[in-house]
């Protein structure tokens, strides 16, 4: 079993910054990487960017320049949102794809955490 616990969210005005956190933990062999997602109401989820183990990044057009993921070694994965505008506006939801242990072996898939909600607006 495998937890993906974010947090950070909130609301925030135009231009202001916020900071989302997301803790994995449980059964996990080896991350392979690690990305946010967000989904705006009445919109498809979308990608946002990714952290792979490695280190590489790579970011949705929309917020390059703006957000940043980063990376501890504690199984964390951080997203920073900066020059916050209306339509970043969404519920944000961790990703992890992972080995994972399961009885007799291993076993790679995604998971998904329970999503923190950005709501940016004056």
């Known amino acids: 079993q495998v937890q993906l616990v974010e947090s950070g969210g909130g609301l925030v005005q135009p231009g202001g910054s916020l900071r989302l956190s997301c803790a994995a933990s449980?059964?996990?062999?080896?991350?392979?990487?690690m990305g946010w997602y967000r989904q705006a109401p009445g919109k498809q989820r979308e990608l946002v960017g990714t952290?792979?183990?490695?280190?590489?990044t790579n970011y949705a057009d929309f917020v390059k320049g703006r957000f940043t993921i980063s990376r501890d070694n504690a199984n964390t994965v951080y997203l920073q949102m900066n020059s916050l505008k209306p339509e970043d506006t969404a519920m944000y939801y961790c990703?992890?794809?992972?080995?994972?242990?399961?009885?007799?072996?291993?076993?790679?898939?995604?998971?998904w955490g329970q999503g923190t909600q950005v709501t940016v607006s004056s």
């Open positions: 990703n992890m794809d992972a080995t994972r242990r399961i009885p007799g072996g291993h076993n790679r898939g995604q998971s």
């Open positions: 449980g059964s996990i062999f080896s991350i392979h990487a």
């Open positions: 952290i792979t183990s490695g280190g590489s």
